[in-house]
């Protein structure tokens, strides 16, 4: 199969050493730097980023980034007097849920649109630079945390093993790296390709993702990388919609806004009873391997 990005670029996905494919070709820095500047970054509403969000909407938002902030504290044993980063932080609700759960946050990113969006009082917390490059900084300055985070990260860089080994560098001994992924190449998706429900592998999207992973895929990559998932989240998975013919939101895209409100409403549900029962919840999606992305909580394989 191919794929073209804006009618110049043809992709095609190939397997890449464990756990996970990628496209090929790679694109380059540069090729990256003139995309992400032009269509994806800061002024431009994505998936992941939006200029305004519905009430529910942003409190699941704020629900799933205080649920990855309880389960940092719970490996860490508490998050007094202990620190967090996170890269490429995009709005800053997660920053904003690891302060309230008493961390002491840091953040980078390429820019601050979407937290000056959401998240303003965070702004003295953070630094716009290109994430890789203040990792490789922080190593060398020895600057380590306690906890890293990674949401929406390893699938859109050009060498995802370079990056989890940059983590690596700068956790502490104890430390843990959340990783949130799109679960791609998954046995729900790959189910609905067999049976026809939906007509492409609608998630190969290069260049905006160029990395893919499934819950058990991102197992063996984080062991082949010097790490151990230690905990694993999942969420809602929205794509049990495309089995309906009338919830298919990937033949009738107008029915996709009220799958997504219906999976907000359920994830909000679950949060009420708690936030021990809420990542027990989660857990068990992930374990199913059927939740549309995870969270993968890794500590450094000794």
Same mark, same amino acid.
């Given at each position: 199969?191919?794929?073209?990005?804006?009618?110049?670029?043809?992709?095609?996905?190939?397997?890449?050493?464990?756990?996970?494919?990628?496209?090929?070709?790679?694109?380059?820095?540069?090729?990256?730097?003139?995309?992400?500047?032009?269509?994806?970054?800061?002024?431009?509403?994505? &998936?992941?980023?939006?200029?305004?969000?519905? @009430?529910?909407?942003?409190?699941? @938002?704020?629900?799933?980034?205080?649920?990855?902030?309880?389960?940092?504290?719970? @490996?860490? !044993?508490?998050?007094?007097?202990?620190?967090?980063?996170?890269?490429?932080?995009?709005?800053? %609700?997660?920053?904003?849920?690891?302060?309230?759960?008493?961390?002491?946050?840091?953040?980078?990113?390429?820019?601050?649109?979407?937290?000056?969006?959401?998240?303003?009082?965070?702004?003295?917390?953070?630094?716009?630079?290109?994430?890789?490059?203040?990792?490789?900084?922080?190593?060398?300055?020895?600057?380590? %945390?306690?906890?890293?985070?990674?949401?929406?990260?390893?699938?859109?860089?050009?060498?995802?093993?370079?990056?989890?080994?940059?983590?690596? +560098?700068?956790?502490?001994?104890?430390?843990?790296?959340?990783?949130?992924?799109?679960?791609?190449?998954?046995?729900?998706?790959?189910?609905?390709?067999?049976? !026809?429900?939906?007509?492409?592998?609608?998630?190969?999207?290069?260049? +905006?993702?160029?990395?893919?992973?499934?819950?058990?895929?991102?197992?063996?990559?984080?062991?082949?990388? !010097?790490?151990?998932?230690?905990?694993?989240?999942?969420?809602?998975?929205?794509?049990?919609?495309?089995?309906?013919?009338?919830?298919?939101? &990937?033949?009738?895209?107008?029915?996709? @806004?009220?799958?997504?409100?219906?999976?907000?409403?359920?994830?909000?549900?679950?949060?009420?009873?708690?936030?021990?029962?809420?990542?027990?919840? &989660?857990?068990?999606?992930?374990?199913?391997?059927? &939740?549309? /992305?995870? /969270?993968?909580?890794?500590?450094?394989?000794?």
């Amino acid at each position: 199969m191919t794929d073209t990005v804006n009618g110049a670029i043809p992709f095609e996905p190939v397997i890449e050493g464990e756990g996970y494919r990628s496209a090929s070709p790679i694109p380059s820095e540069e090729e990256l730097a003139a995309f992400y500047a032009k269509v994806y970054f800061q002024a431009v509403p994505t &998936s992941t980023f939006s200029h305004s969000y519905e @009430k529910d909407e942003l409190a699941n @938002k704020r629900e799933r980034a205080a649920l990855v902030a309880y389960v940092a504290a719970q @490996k860490l !044993g508490g998050a007094s007097g202990r620190s967090l980063l996170d890269v490429g932080f995009g709005e800053g %609700f997660e920053l904003a849920a690891a302060r309230a759960a008493g961390f002491d946050v840091h953040g980078v990113d390429f820019g601050l649109h979407g937290l000056r969006s959401f998240n303003p009082e965070l702004e003295d917390r953070v630094e716009a630079q290109d994430p890789l490059s203040a990792l490789g900084r922080y190593a060398a300055e020895s600057r380590r %945390f306690d906890v890293c985070l990674l949401k929406n990260v390893l699938e859109h860089v050009r060498d995802p093993v370079a990056t989890l080994a940059a983590v690596r +560098q700068v956790l502490t001994p104890d430390g843990v790296a959340l990783v949130t992924l799109p679960n791609d190449y998954s046995e729900i998706q790959l189910e609905l390709r067999q049976r !026809g429900d939906v007509d492409s592998d609608y998630w190969f999207a290069p260049p +905006q993702h160029l990395h893919y992973f499934t819950v058990d895929g991102f197992a063996r990559f984080a062991t082949e990388n !010097g790490f151990k998932i230690v905990d694993l989240l999942g969420d809602f998975p929205i794509e049990l919609f495309l089995f309906h013919p009338a919830s298919n939101y &990937s033949r009738h895209p107008e029915a996709g @806004k009220d799958a997504h409100r219906a999976r907000v409403a359920v994830d909000l549900l679950l949060a009420r009873r708690g936030l021990a029962s809420f990542a027990d919840a &989660s857990r068990a999606l992930a374990q199913l391997g059927l &939740s549309r /992305t995870f /969270t993968a909580c890794c500590s450094v394989a000794r």
